[in-house]
């Protein structure tokens, strides 16, 4: 009797945590009046992943790669259709080189500069809105 109750109790747990609006809680980061929500790919298998084979990003969206110490990076496009920019930034939050990149391209873009995080988003995002290097990125 004790473990049908018990599964009962589990079953339950998970339907209720189950239910109801399934809503993103991605976290948000600000450049300067700007605010993007992120997807973290903050484990090997997630940047291994990054945004390959996906078909679109939505609009003030984006990914933050997010390595374990500050190092020299690299990306490349590959099974990657959607046209990207990526900014490099470091362990202070300031943004050290900004780059557009090539769906489907097997070329790797090295950061020039010891980095701790990469901020994948739509291509013209960082021209549009004014985003440049130097600019500092608060992340939560």
Request: charged content about 20%; hydrophobic content about 35%.
């Amino acid at each position: 009797m004790k473990i049908i109750y018990l599964i009962f109790c589990i079953l339950s747990l998970l339907l209720f945590s189950c239910s109801g609006d399934n809503k993103s809680q991605n976290p948000i980061i600000h450049i300067g009046n700007k605010s993007i929500e992120v997807e973290l790919a903050d484990t090997p298998e997630k940047r291994q992943q990054g945004l390959m084979n996906r078909t679109s990003l939505e609009k003030n969206h984006g990914m933050l790669f997010v390595f374990e110490n500050e190092q020299h990076v690299n990306f490349w496009m590959k099974d990657t259709s959607i046209p990207l920019s990526i900014a490099y930034i470091n362990k202070s939050g300031q943004i050290t080189e900004i780059y557009d990149l090539e769906p489907y391209s097997l070329k790797i873009l090295w950061s020039s500069h010891p980095v701790l995080y990469g901020l994948e988003v739509n291509r013209g995002y960082f021209k549009e809105n004014n985003i440049k290097v130097g600019d500092s990125v608060k992340i939560p």
